[in-house]
């Protein structure tokens, strides 16, 4: 299967899905890509999507990414930004890597550690996907118990809570009580567009600023 994985590329904005593959097959897979590669994957009980995002799905990724992370420098708020490392559990099946994620209520937790194993670390706090391409794959994410799935897609913003087992639609994020961000970053982030990427974070800071 390596030989003939590592016979095809895939054209930005395109997947491959593979069906019936191992566990070990799965972590094969993994080190034979490597980390440092465009493609990203998701593992659902031996399903592998092999996928690799556009270019407009990276600058929507970093700028949304750089919003989320100017609120938590502004409000003073220790977090660890992982972007897309590859998160997985083998006694659920199933590994993602988000297009960014962020470990903020349990950031201490993780603190320093440089390989994670969901079977004992925690997930992260808050996965972002990007959905250009319509890779989110919301119940992996529920699986691996991430307490807020955010995913941006066609220009609207949704927060998704989990309660209980499944994700619920939020007007707000409980890591951000009070602040209309599902409003106001897909503004921020059109803004960028014209107004440059520095600017538009000075601006959005300035206005972070304003609701503490």
């Not at 307490?147 to 913003?157: N, V």
């Given at each position: 299967?390596?030989?003939?994985?590592?016979?095809?590329s895939?054209?930005?904005?395109?997947?491959?899905?593979?069906?019936?593959?191992?566990?070990?097959?799965?972590?094969?897979?993994?080190?034979?890509?490597?980390?440092?590669?465009?493609?990203?994957?998701?593992y659902?009980?031996?399903?592998?999507?092999?996928?690799?995002?556009?270019?407009?799905?990276?600058?929507?990724?970093?700028?949304?990414?750089?919003?989320?992370?100017?609120?938590?420098?502004?409000?003073?708020?220790?977090?660890?930004?992982?972007?897309?490392?590859?998160?997985?559990?083998q006694?659920?099946?199933?590994?993602?890597?988000?297009?960014?994620?962020?470990?903020?209520?349990?950031?201490?937790?993780?603190?320093?550690?440089?390989?994670?194993?969901?079977?004992?670390?925690?997930?992260?706090?808050?996965?972002?996907?990007?959905?250009?391409?319509?890779?989110?794959?919301?119940?992996?994410?529920?699986?691996?118990?991430?307490?807020?799935?955010?995913?941006?897609?066609?220009?609207?913003?949704?927060?998704?809570?989990?309660?209980e087992?499944n994700?619920?639609?939020?007007?707000?994020?409980?890591?951000?009580?009070?602040?209309?961000?599902?409003?106001?970053?897909?503004?921020?982030?059109?803004?960028?567009?014209?107004?440059?990427?520095?600017?538009?974070?000075?601006?959005?800071?300035?206005w972070?600023?304003?609701?503490?």
């Amino acid at each position: 299967m390596l030989l003939e994985l590592m016979r095809f590329s895939v054209p930005p904005g395109q997947r491959v899905l593979l069906h019936d593959v191992s566990w070990q097959e799965f972590e094969e897979i993994l080190d034979e890509l490597g980390e440092h590669r465009a493609a990203r994957i998701a593992y659902n009980d031996g399903t592998l999507e092999i996928m690799t995002p556009l270019p407009e799905h990276e600058d929507d990724k970093e700028i949304i990414g750089d919003l989320i992370k100017a609120i938590l420098e502004e409000f003073d708020i220790e977090f660890r930004s992982l972007g897309s490392t590859t998160f997985k559990n083998q006694e659920m099946v199933k590994g993602i890597e988000p297009d960014q994620c962020f470990y903020i209520q349990n950031e201490a937790a993780i603190r320093g550690k440089k390989r994670l194993d969901l079977t004992v670390d925690p997930p992260p706090d808050l996965g972002l996907e990007i959905d250009i391409t319509s890779r989110t794959h919301p119940s992996i994410y529920e699986a691996l118990k991430v307490p807020e799935l955010w995913r941006f897609e066609k220009g609207k913003l949704q927060i998704n809570v989990l309660r209980e087992a499944n994700y619920v639609e939020s007007p707000e994020s409980p890591t951000f009580p009070g602040l209309p961000l599902t409003q106001v970053i897909p503004q921020y982030l059109e803004r960028s567009k014209t107004a440059g990427r520095n600017a538009t974070l000075k601006a959005f800071r300035a206005w972070v600023r304003e609701q503490v």
